[in-house]
């Protein structure tokens, strides 16, 4: 079960959480955030340090985690719908069995993270982010053409389109989906 008093700390103030952190970090004390389960839906987590939890079955659905520092932390099966991933360090993180939908991972490298031949995708994309071109059916929200994504993400991230656009070409649509976000 997740620690509550790290819940509570995380949803008062992520700068207090960060600083919290880095000083047990300081003390030498290895801490790994226990978020397991929680519900952090529509939460605002940006730069939110969460190296190391675990927010394995936790509820992270419209979440905004702009530049949140996810490295090794554990999300198999969470729930990403309509999460806002961008610029987050997710490096080692484990995906599998995360469920992900309208899920926005721009700007992230994708090279280490794991479990992603094992995502769940709950929802396709009836429509594109602003930022991507029309009639996009890219998964995850990850241009084709991202300068980082280009160079070190070529197998995940091929592997993940390569998944869903076989989805799409079989027909699948909106109202198809098994379940919605």
Request: glycine fraction near 8%.
């Amino acid at each position: 079960m997740a620690n509550h008093e790290q819940l509570e700390l995380l949803k008062q103030d992520i700068v207090k959480w960060n600083e919290w952190r880095r000083e047990r970090r300081q003390e030498r004390i290895t801490i790994k955030p226990d978020l397991r389960g929680t519900n952090l839906s529509a939460a605002n987590l940006c730069g939110a340090d969460l190296e190391g939890a675990d927010l394995s079955e936790a509820n992270l659905s419209g979440a905004t985690l702009f530049g949140t520092r996810l490295i090794g932390a554990n999300l198999c099966s969470a729930r990403l719908c309509g999460a806002h991933l961008s610029g987050a360090n997710i490096r080692g993180a484990n995906f599998s069995e995360a469920k992900v939908g309208r899920t926005t991972l721009t700007d992230i490298d994708l090279s280490s993270a794991s479990g992603l031949d094992n995502v769940e995708h709950l929802a396709p994309y009836s429509s594109p982010p602003p930022r991507l071109p029309s009639g996009s059916r890219n998964p995850l929200w990850i241009p084709r053409s991202n300068p980082i994504c280009k160079n070190s993400c070529s197998n995940n991230v091929e592997r993940v389109i390569s998944h869903w656009e076989d989805l799409c070409d079989s027909g699948m649509t909106c109202g198809t989906a098994r379940e919605s976000c």
